[in-house]
């Protein structure tokens, strides 16, 4: 397909628990940023890349949040020791530029439930 | 601090009946203001960006308007199929203007 693809779509994990969310971005976007949508609630900005290179993580909550962009494609978003708050849907969205002036294309998400 | 009110929280039309869904934004400067449109269970669709005050944007049913404070998203004569959630987004000039700063939405029900 052509869009920003998200697996899994869904995700039920034990307050503890390590997960780790990815995302495919369109091929040969640029920029890939992950937001968190709590329910009722806009996305808010957890991180940012450009390529491979992880160019504002200002909005992660805590040091348990970790993302990565390896090789300037594919990224992971990993959530160590999940606790009842960080449930939430966690998007994926990437741009052919580096987000200035062009739209967002956003996957459509990972439903996060900890339990 | 940027941010961005958007009202009502929610709106329930008849199908052709025509409202208007407000955005409210404080930005230091303003790169530009994006309308998203959310179904269940699915991203943010991008709709319009608008960059300056007094400029319009149309597609089909709905005319997105900007000024220096606010937006609005009018939609003439809706159908069902566009109830959805519309979330407005500003990102302002700066070292962080990559980052999108999102309203809370307006949930639309229009029924038949």
């Known amino acids: 397909g052509a869009g920003v693809s998200q697996s899994p779509r869904y995700k039920v994990a034990k307050r503890g628990q390590d997960v780790a969310l990815r995302c495919d971005p369109i091929s040969g976007h640029v920029s890939l940023f992950w937001y968190q949508q709590a329910l009722g609630q806009g996305p808010e900005f957890l991180t940012y890349?450009?390529?491979?290179?992880?160019?504002?993580k200002s909005g992660l909550p805590s040091d348990r949040f970790f993302a990565e962009r390896p090789e300037g494609s594919v990224s992971t978003l990993k959530i160590q020791r999940t606790q009842q708050e960080d449930s939430a849907v966690y998007l994926c969205a990437s741009s052919p530029t580096g987000g200035l002036n062009s739209p967002l294309h956003f996957g459509n998400g990972t439903r996060l439930t900890v339990t | 601090e940027d941010q961005v009110t958007q009202s009502p929280e929610a709106l329930r039309l008849q199908e052709g009946e025509s409202s208007s869904l407000n955005c409210s934004y404080t930005v230091s400067g303003l790169r530009g203001l994006f309308w998203y449109r959310q179904d269940p269970g699915k991203g943010p669709e991008f709709l319009f960006t608008?960059?300056?005050a007094g400029e319009e944007k149309e597609k089909e049913r709905l005319k997105a308007t900007l000024t220096k404070k606010e937006s609005f998203l009018h939609i003439t004569a809706p159908k069902p199929e566009d109830s959805a959630t519309y979330l407005c987004a500003v990102q302002g000039v700066g070292d962080s203007s990559y980052k999108l700063i999102f309203g809370s939405g307006t949930r639309l029900l229009v029924r038949p």
């Open positions: 608008l960059y300056s």
């Open positions: 890349f450009q390529n491979e290179a992880q160019l504002d």
